[in-house]
């Protein structure tokens, strides 16, 4: 059984731009051989991260669902509906990613989606295990974000699944700026194997 190889989109947010991460991050993916097939450092427009962070309804439910349980976890209640909750932060979103440049990068490999979300960590920085780009370079909340109404600061962006991927990296990227390659260790196995 082949396992093909996944694409996703990763974005080096803002915050992660201004401190300097960069050549961490990128290098927290390829020493786990994980192959980055397209990347540019940009200034996100309003209308780019708007489409970025979709309108989709479930995708605004969802994000609703998740900021009113977390609301609720910390006692504070909400009158809005949950997609009035998603579209307050979709705005919030769009703000952030359009603040200053970010690096956009597509990622290739085996189990590539599943592999960079480990990589990244969960979504609040505070619960971030250590090892995990989030849990390393961020303590940013949930609370602390409420406290001043904006979005937590947790570095990073990556595809949660499939469908996102394919969707996403159509957002930031035409098929002319990927270009697939193999890496060494790949043509090392192909050699062996071919003697």
Excluded: C
């Excluded at 059984?1 to 974005?11: D, G, I, Q, S």
């Excluded at 900021?67 to 909750?85: L, M, N, P, Y």
Aim: glycine fraction near 8%.
């Amino acid at each position: 059984m082949e396992v093909k190889p996944e694409r996703t989109l990763v974005l080096i947010k803002p915050d992660a731009v201004e401190r300097g991460l960069i050549g961490e991050i990128v290098q927290r993916f390829e020493k786990r051989g994980l192959k980055i097939i397209g990347m540019k450092l940009v200034k996100a427009s309003r209308e780019t991260a708007g489409r970025h962070y979709t309108e989709d309804p479930d995708w605004l439910l969802s994000i609703g669902q998740k900021a009113r349980k977390s609301f609720e976890e910390k006692g504070i209640e909400v009158k809005e509906t949950d997609k009035q909750i998603g579209e307050r932060v979709r705005t919030l979103l769009i703000g952030y990613v359009e603040s200053g440049p970010i690096v956009a990068m597509v990622i290739e490999g085996p189990h590539a989606i599943e592999t960079v979300r480990k990589i990244v960590g969960p979504t609040e920085p505070r619960t971030a295990p250590p090892g995990t780009i989030r849990g390393d370079y961020s303590i940013d909340s949930y609370l602390l974000s409420d406290s001043t109404e904006r979005p937590v600061k947790n570095l990073i962006h990556a595809s949660g699944n499939e469908r996102e991927a394919v969707s996403e990296i159509k957002v930031w990227f035409s098929e002319n700026e990927l270009h697939s390659y193999e890496r060494s260790e790949e043509k090392a196995a192909f050699f062996k194997t071919w003697k």
